[in-house]
């Protein structure tokens, strides 16, 4: 582990994103072994690590959401922090605030549970709208403002906010800005039943200590080399499509969907498209992203910014449904050949 990280610090070895696969495999291995199952979670646990995004994770309690997250800080020596939100907290249990000392007569900053590398904050429309305003400006801008002070987050920073599907009352909706701000909305299901017996095998057995194979380091010299991933003009124009079809889906050939979205994506769509395809070209040994890779995030880009009309949830529509209409009539490019992305990379060097 020591020679890769020193191969990275001298520039990075000739197929980084074979490396950065290789790295991430073994991080994933040393989570599975703690957490059963949740493939499809994990994976976009480290896209968004990858692209600097943050995940909205929605799914009944008991789903291991908070052990997933806390392992994965341990296997990356980052730190995680846990806020339980509820209708009582107030921003500066959040974000921090100014405590006078009496001893020497002076305001002193302490600093709130934000300042962390991995922040889950547990049913998060749980909590009124001056708290979620408090971490808007987080999860945006990396910084919290105290007292006219700024202070940046540690790096790197991702928020993990959870909302439970089956239980509405007194919660707080999130706000379409905040929304927007999640790069993914993930759905997490409940386990298999050869999965739930492993489950029930690990908790009631003996403790499993797993060890660290990165760094926060590591992990951001990681983030600077994915986002010099190639993106083929072409796949830029697909995304841009896929995400102005949820606006004029008439334009697209799919004039049934107006009556069923009131508003569409927001451009912040395409780029998180953009980041996490390239982020997941990455985790799979690839130094370019494919157009499959763009397919494979679109329901978890899209499916939290659509806002969808009274008659398509009157008529039993979800977001999920309707998106996959547009991947099926939004024509993806042709698959780049690799000898045309070495070229183009070679010419940007």
């Known amino acids: 582990m020591n020679d890769q990280s020193d191969s990275w610090n001298r520039g990075g070895p000739v197929n980084l994103a074979h490396d950065t696969a290789a790295l991430m495999e073994q991080v994933l291995y040393e989570v599975k072994r703690v957490v059963v199952g949740q493939d499809h979670f994990l994976e976009r646990i480290l896209v968004a690590i990858l692209a600097q995004g943050h995940l909205l994770i929605e799914g009944v309690p008991g789903l291991a959401k908070t052990r997933t997250v806390s392992t994965l800080a341990q296997v990356l020596r980052g730190h995680f922090k846990r806020i339980q939100f509820t209708p009582d907290l107030l921003p500066a249990d959040l974000v921090g605030t100014r405590v006078f000392n009496q001893k020497t007569s002076e ?22 709208a001056k708290v979620q305003s408090a971490l808007l400006e987080v999860m945006q801008e990396r910084q919290v403002t105290i007292a006219g002070e700024s202070h940046p987050v540690p790096q790197p920073f991702l928020v993990m906010a959870t909302q439970n599907p089956i239980e509405t009352e007194g919660t707080y909706p999130l706000p379409e800005a905040q929304v927007d701000r999640f790069m993914m909305k993930v759905l997490i299901g409940y386990p298999s039943e050869d999965e739930e017996v492993v489950i029930v095998q690990r908790v009631t057995g003996a403790p499993i200590a797993v060890r660290a194979v990165a760094s926060t380091e590591q992990l951001m010299a990681l983030q600077a080399q994915c986002r010099q991933g190639y993106v083929d003009p072409a796949l830029l124009h697909y995304a841009v499509r896929l995400v102005s079809a949820t606006r004029e889906p008439a334009r697209y050939g ?96």
């Open 107 to 128: 305001f002193a900053t302490v600093l709130g549970p934000v300042f962390t590398n991995l922040l889950l904050a547990d049913e998060i429309n749980r909590a009124p």
């Open 254 to 349: 799919l004039p049934e969907l107006a009556r069923f979205i009131s508003f569409g994506a927001s451009p912040r769509a395409t780029i998180s498209l953009i980041e996490g395809a390239r982020a997941l070209a990455f985790l799979r040994g690839r130094s370019y992203a494919l157009p499959q890779d763009v397919m494979d995030l679109v329901s978890d880009v899209l499916r939290h910014r659509l806002v969808l009309s009274y008659e398509a949830l009157a008529e039993g529509h979800n977001a999920d449904a309707l998106i996959q209409k547009i991947l099926q009539t939004v024509t993806p490019p042709d698959k780049p050949l690799e000898t045309h992305v070495q070229v183009s990379q070679a010419a940007s060097a």
